[in-house]
């Protein structure tokens, strides 16, 4: 009788071993399949090279390509076209206008990457982030002003603040850096009658 202890308690042993290694299995593969989904949701962009940049371009020529690849980005045109119309609707809402906006703030407002943002900025204004803030708070201001010549009345830091700088001397710099004068030589235009 106490042999037949033994090998029930054995032939339980081994199914709770069997078990135990079944269990330790489902869960590595769980965990890995979670991990390969998790890697292909966060890949980078892929730098490309010379060679593929030619092979894209003759393939999407060919009308067999449905990625485009310009600048070294790797974006789909169904991709490029929303990522246009969404910031111009972005333009319209005049997002240039907060103090301290970020490439990265434009990209979320996008929901997208900084760096597709940088391809739209480049290939459809044909200028980086910092420079379109800069011309895009420029000509709003100026805008405004000709569209409500009392705004001239006013101090330029008040100007300076409308357009989303953080300072009057920064505003005035690039102002100039921009139109090429000085705002008060600028304005001044507007100020006396040709």
Do not use: W
Not at 69 to 91: H, M, N, W, Y
Request: a neutral charge; glycine letters at 6%.
């Amino acid at each position: 009788m106490n042999v037949n202890i033994g090998y029930n308690d054995l032939i339980i042993l081994i199914n709770c071993i069997l078990s135990i290694a079944n269990l330790m299995l489902l869960l590595y593969f769980i965990l890995h399949i979670k991990r390969s989904r998790q890697k292909a949701g966060t890949i980078a962009i892929p730098l490309v090279d010379e060679k593929e940049v030619d092979n894209a371009e003759q393939q999407e020529a060919a009308g067999e390509g449905e990625e485009l690849v310009r600048t070294g980005v790797l974006i789909s045109k169904v991709t490029e076209d929303r990522l246009v119309e969404q910031f111009q609707k972005a333009q319209e809402g005049r997002f240039f206008l907060k103090k301290g906006v970020s490439l990265q703030d434009l990209a979320d407002l996008l929901g997208t990457n900084p760096r597709y943002v940088s391809y739209i900025l480049n290939r459809y204004v044909g200028m980086d982030f910092n420079n379109y803030i800069q011309q895009a708070r420029i000509e709003y201001l100026i805008s405004c002003v000709e569209r409500d010549p009392d705004l001239l009345n006013v101090k330029f830091s008040v100007l300076a603040e409308k357009a989303g700088f953080s300072s009057i001397s920064k505003f005035s710099s690039v102002f100039k850096a921009v139109k090429g004068i000085p705002p008060s030589e600028y304005f001044q235009r507007f100020r006396t009658p040709l």
